[in-house]
């Protein structure tokens, strides 16, 4: 038994040791340049995204024009402003990011905008995108570095501020994040659809315009070796990049597989974000290593303030990290193809694995005449959030229990209840139900436990062609 109790206390103490360690390790002054860098490349093309937004008239349409959000679960209190406050509120984003970008009032501007872009995030769940939550998650991050050290006007405003170097965990938790977005991408990819080219087939065609690549795009191999190549990207350009030797094949990797992304698929600024935000991989590219070596001989020799990494610092790092490693593997607690269920899909990097498209059709029910109404629930919502909420289940159920109460009321009939019919085809497959029929949406559960109104997606029947599939009605692809 005592020996027993050695062999526990031992390990302990080797535990405690290499913990400490750790902790010195990213406490250790790296050059801050990089950190400056990423600083800047965030804020002007945050800039960039809040620009676009107003000049495509997006601020109205998201959160001016529908009559309901679909609202994330526990925040079901946030609501769009009223109107022009939504434009002011974007506008004070534009502001903020420029901030960032320069580095001025960074302490005040960095976490302001943090609190800015998750409340726009958090408005309406149909308008989800990963890059968006990626945004989200480094907006926070940055909140907390001090990013404002180096080449900024905090630092020339107040030269007591100005540092060369900055802790190294400053730069790790930022590659870590984007890691993150990379990897879990890559692993999502590892399923059956992907590794078969779909829906990547069908996204190809109509593709032969592109400069140079686009002929070759159509061609029966291309939706293969797109789908493989991407798969293999997302897995290794993580640890390429950080490895000085491959470093150079990574970055032409990096370059290649952005630019055609942004020509293949609408996804806005997510690759010239990830492209611009590659060298915060590179450590110090910019020849200033005799300056951090320095430091790193004044703290040794007590010449030095310490920046020791503390145990509550570390402590809050390390469970960030975990949480972040775990969520994206809650999809595996449901039944059923993510894809098709959705449940455990959102903030688990599933990106563009699925495209689905379907119809729904909606009645409501009053149980103590056995009367019913059809009803269109494009009456109630946009273009953009019908198309969604067609082939989702749980856009479909939060949509009952919010056009209840405003069908009750124009109908005059209380304790209805609103039944759908959803076809629904997912990557190119034949149309199958979705969704029981005969279930009341209003009163439908969609949380931690499976959703038993959920049909499974069975048989693999593909649409005539080859797989690729002929869309009518509401579409959406998954980003």
């Known amino acids: 038994m005592t020996q027993k109790k050695e062999t526990v206390s031992r390990r302990q103490a080797q535990f405690r040791k290499r913990l400490g360690l750790l902790r010195v390790w990213l406490a250790r002054p790296v050059d801050a340049a990089p950190l400056a860098y990423f600083r800047f ?16 008239g997006w601020i109205d349409r998201y959160y001016v024009e529908p009559q309901l959000f679909f609202t994330y679960p526990g ?22 990011a420029a901030a960032i970008a320069l580095g001025l009032a960074y302490r005040i501007a960095a976490p302001l905008f943090a609190l800015g872009f998750w409340y726009v995030f958090l408005l309406d769940q149909s308008n989800y995108l990963n890059h968006f939550y990626l945004i989200a998650l480094v907006a926070t991050i940055l909140s907390f570095l001090p990013a404002e050290r180096y080449a900024s006007l905090d630092a020339i405003l107040r030269p007591e501020l100005r540092r060369r170097w900055v802790p190294s965990w400053t730069l790790w938790v930022i590659r870590f994040q984007l890691g993150v977005a990379y990897i879990y991408g890559g692993l999502a990819k590892i399923n059956a659809d992907w590794l078969a080219g779909r829906p990547m087939d069908d996204w190809l065609q109509g593709s032969s315009d592109i400069w140079l690549v686009g ?8 939706a293969l070796l797109l789908s493989w190549g991407g798969l293999a990207f997302d897995l290794l350009v993580v640890p390429a990049l950080v490895y000085r030797r491959t470093r150079g094949v990574a970055v032409v990797a990096v370059a290649v597989f952005h630019l055609m992304n942004s020509q293949i698929f609408s996804i806005g600024i997510f690759p010239w974000f990830m492209l611009a935000a590659t060298p915060v991989f590179f450590g110090t590219p910019w020849g200033s290593g005799h300056r951090v070596k320095a430091v790193r001989e004044k703290i040794a020799s007590g010449a030095c303030v310490s920046i020791a990494f503390s145990r509550l610092a570390s402590g809050l790092l390390g469970t960030y990290v975990v949480i972040q490693l775990l969520v994206p593997f809650r999809h595996l607690a449901y039944p059923g193809n993510v894809s098709w269920t959705e449940e455990g899909h959102l903030f688990s990097w599933h990106m563009k694995l699925r495209d689905k498209s379907g119809r729904i059709e909606f009645t409501a029910h009053d149980p103590k005449t056995g009367r019913r109404w059809a009803f269109d629930h494009r009456d109630f ?12 289940p749980n ?14 009321a124009s109908l005059g009939v209380t304790g209805l209840e609103i039944r759908g019919s959803a076809m629904v085809s997912l990557n190119g497959r034949d149309r199958r139900p979705m969704i029981d029929p005969d279930v009341d949406l209003a009163s439908a559960t969609w949380g931690w436990k499976p959703a038993d109104w959920i049909r499974p997606l069975e048989g693999e029947s593909f649409a005539q062609g080859g797989g690729r599939s002929v869309h009518v009605g509401a579409r959406s692809d998954d980003r």
Not at 81 to 92: D, L, Q, T, Y
Not at 217 to 222: D, G, N, R, S, V
Not at 398 to 406: E, H, L, S, T, V
């Open 41 to 56: 490349v965030f804020g002007a093309i945050m800039v960039w995204e809040v620009y676009r937004y107003w000049s495509k």
């Open 395 to 408: 856009l479909i159920a939060q949509f009952a229990r919010k056009a209840k109460p405003r069908l009750e």
């Open 215 to 222: 002929p070759y795009l159509e061609l029966p191999i291309a």
């Open 75 to 96: 925040f079901g209190w946030v609501s769009p402003w009223p109107e022009p406050w939504m434009e002011v509120h974007f506008a004070i984003l534009a502001v903020l």
């Open 381 to 392: 919502l946009s273009a953009r959030q019908a198309r969604k909420m067609t082939v989702r």
